[in-house]
């Protein structure tokens, strides 16, 4: 079956990476790729399912550097730092970690930050009004506004908001895998940007240790479980440096995609665009409807280590598995119509935010900005639309489009709902 369309990197597989995992999904829905050297998993039962089977491991970042040490030392000392993260560890230190930072979240109490996040959108949205009828809303409004919300959360002060933005950028480099050599220096500069990074939030963590605020971070060094206990063994300074840099990155380029990604899939139709508009009720069902279908999550890699067998296929330790959630969030078996925007459709049952023990740890607040974001800018920006096609990045794991211009006939239009 060497016809189907299983290099995820080719322009056209990245311009439409939904229409290759339709391919792969009806011919071969276990599918081993000789290009990636991975079994590409398409299927939307497959998917939950993996994400449950112990067989596949996430630590998948150790396994790469010692299996490639030939790597130039830049790329192996940030996949060092990065190795250490929760969402590429298995338990038990995953578990460990995850109740960790699962107790600072839900002290954070994600719902009372709605009026503050309309208040950044805003202020966001009134700077690109004041910029005319034409502009990038990636630039504008998706990219800042998550680093702006992770960094108020974790309690760095709003000055060093650029910071945030540039230092998640740099390592998106390489988390995300950037197709081919086209940024050859990435591992040094995503390196430069973890190591000034690290020393940041090194600072600011000794600062909350001496006079603890009621920040994320401080719920972290406090240890507190969500039984309302302390954890044993809270983060060390190390721990705590790495989970600030995770959260960071892991809820910024991905929010921004998810807002750029929405605009994009709601404007495209003017009828969907005025009737969202019009009725605020539809924005979360809108939200949930773009995440299924242009979730900023296209791939997650499992390693294997455990031998079994999937669809007949025998999957054995050492290999690699691709869980395609473009491939899963678009199953006719599991969605009716599914390439078709229902927003009668039952909700959350994509995956675009994974499942299981990794399931993703902010997604709460990553639907919280989504609506604000597309619910207010649909409403500032009478008839909002995208000039000119998407210029997808080249990246296995994410949906990400560097610019998102659009134009309106906005400009002038107050705050108020
Ligand atoms: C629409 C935006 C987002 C999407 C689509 C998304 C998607 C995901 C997915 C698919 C996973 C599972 C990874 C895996 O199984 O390997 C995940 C995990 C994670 N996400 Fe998100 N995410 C988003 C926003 C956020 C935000 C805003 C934060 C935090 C501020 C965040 C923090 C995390 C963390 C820490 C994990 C690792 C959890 C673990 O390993 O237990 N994400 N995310």
């Known amino acids: 079956m ?89 338990p038990p230190a995953h578990t460990r970690l995850r109740r960790l930072a699962g107790a600072a979240f839900k002290q954070q109490q994600i719902a009372a930050m709605e009026q503050r996040i309309q208040t950044l959108v805003d202020e966001l949205v009134d700077a690109f ?14 990219y800042p506004l998550p680093a702006i919300v992770i960094a108020e959360m974790l309690g760095a002060p709003p000055v060093d908001r650029d910071r945030f933005r540039a230092w ?76 600030c840099a995770l959260l960071l990155f892991a809820g910024h380029e991905t929010t921004t995609n998810s807002i750029a990604n929405a605009v994009r899939l709601l404007t495209a139709d003017p009828a969907l665009r005025d009737r969202v508009r019009d009725d605020p009720a539809l924005v979360g069902p809108a939200v949930e409807e773009s995440l299924r279908l242009a979730g900023p999550i296209k791939v997650l890699v499992r390693w294997v280590v455990g031998d079994h067998e999937l669809r007949g296929r025998r999957i054995r330790a050492g290999e690699r598995v691709y869980l395609l959630l473009c491939g899963a969030n678009r199953d006719p078996e599991r969605f009716a119509d599914p390439d078709v925007v229902d927003l009668a459709r039952e909700r959350a049952t994509h995956v675009a935010f994974g499942r299981g023990i990794h399931a993703c740890i902010g997604a709460q607040l990553a639907r919280l900005e989504t609506r604000i974001a597309v619910g207010t800018l649909l409403r500032r920006l009478p008839g909002l639309r995208v000039d000119g096609d998407p210029a997808w990045l080249p990246t296995l794991a994410s949906r990400a489009q560097e610019s998102l211009p659009v134009v309106h006939e906005g400009a002038g239009a107050g705050s108020a709902p």
């Not at 071969?28 to 000789?34: A, E, F, G, L």
């Not at 009004?129 to 998706?142: K, N, Y």
């Not at 390489?174 to 090194?202: C, I, K, Q, S, T």
């Open 168 to 243: 998640s950028d740099e390592l998106a480099l390489v988390a995300f895998g950037a197709g081919g050599d086209a940024r050859p220096d990435r591992h040094e500069r995503a390196l430069r940007g973890l190591e000034e990074m690290a020393a940041y939030f090194r600072a600011l963590v000794a600062e909350r240790r001496a006079a603890p605020a009621g920040d994320m971070l401080s719920a972290m060094i406090a240890g507190d479980t969500p039984s309302g206990g302390v954890e044993e063994h809270g983060l060390t300074d190390d721990e705590l440096v790495g989970m």
């Open 129 to 142: 009004l004041a910029g005319g009828p034409r502009g990038d809303l990636v630039a504008g409004v998706a």
């Open 2 to 90: 060497n016809d189907l369309p299983d290099d995820l990197l080719t322009p056209e597989a990245v311009a439409d990476p939904d229409g290759a995992a339709a391919v792969l999904r009806d011919a071969d829905p276990v599918h081993w790729s000789p290009t990636h050297r991975a079994w590409l998993v398409t299927r939307y039962d497959d998917v939950v399912a993996s994400f449950r089977n112990p067989a596949l491991s996430s630590d998948r970042v150790r396994p790469l550097m010692s299996a490639q040490r030939e790597r130039p030392a830049a790329e192996h000392r940030v996949l060092g730092l990065i190795s250490e993260w929760m969402v590429v560890t298995d």
